[in-house]
């Protein structure tokens, strides 16, 4: 059974700290994807990644997939109370048969 | 314009009953999906259709039916309700399969059996 842990599970911070949520398995992934939820809401597309050692920033958020295509990071750069949300890393297989395994998910809360 | 879009968002029914929960996209995609969040906020992929034709469906209770009368509406049905089937339900579509193509979701249909 393919599982995707992210670590850590909550994560509590001021405004202007950095923080880095990350996405680990012992499974090789086709491609990783990243989604934020914020409550009542599904969860949203951040961003994609396709390429072992691939990294991509999204204005303050930094992606990175792993070298072996078994883990990626999220790192964001002084948080803001906006990017409060549960963070999702998803997993990828190459056949329309696999199922995007999402991983267990990280709560952050960014603090005024 | 909404691009999933589920109904109901909320459902809150009895123990035994039959309900039926409507997701369409407009987004053009091929492939549409179910998942299921807990409470713990964990998601899990219940069924997935590529124009029409049923390509996934994991271990779930064949309580849970799903029906997709073209490649732009999946709908999801439920028999006989146990409480255990409390959860929010989250329809998404995908241009393609998985690999590169994110996922677009709905808003989720919060259901509460009672």
């Known amino acids: 059974t393919q599982l995707l842990e992210q670590s850590p599970q909550f994560l509590s911070i001021q405004e202007g700290e950095n923080l880095t949520v990350y996405c680990n398995s012992s499974s090789v992934f086709s491609s990783l994807q990243w989604y934020r939820q914020e409550p009542g809401e599904g969860p949203v597309l951040l961003v994609t990644?396709?390429?072992?050692?691939e990294v991509k920033k999204l204005k303050r958020l930094t992606f990175q997939f792993g070298d072996a295509r078994k883990d990626s990071s999220l790192h964001i750069t002084a948080a803001q109370p906006g990017d409060t949300g549960l963070y999702l890393c998803?997993?990828?297989?190459?056949?329309?048969?696999?199922?995007?395994?999402f991983g267990t998910g990280t709560r952050l809360q960014v603090f005024p | 314009d909404t691009a999933v879009s589920q109904t109901p968002k909320y459902l809150v029914t009895q123990m035994g009953n039959d309900k039926s929960i409507k997701c369409e996209q407009n987004?053009?995609?091929?492939?549409m999906y179910w998942y299921k969040q807990d409470s713990k906020k964990f998601l899990k992929i219940m069924f997935s259709y590529n124009n029409k034709e049923l390509i996934i469906n994991e271990t779930v209770p064949n309580r849970f039916s799903p029906k997709s009368p073209d490649k732009a509406h999946l709908n999801l049905h439920i028999n006989s309700l146990e409480l255990g089937d409390s959860a929010v339900y989250f329809c998404?579509?995908?241009?393609?399969?998985?690999?590169?193509?994110?996922?677009?979701f709905g808003s989720g249909t919060r259901l509460t059996v009672v």
């Open positions: 998803a997993g990828a297989g190459a056949y329309n048969t696999d199922k995007l395994i």
């Open positions: 998404a579509s995908s241009q393609g399969w998985t690999g590169n193509y994110g996922y677009t």
């Open positions: 990644v396709v390429t072992g050692g």
């Open positions: 987004l053009g995609h091929d492939t």
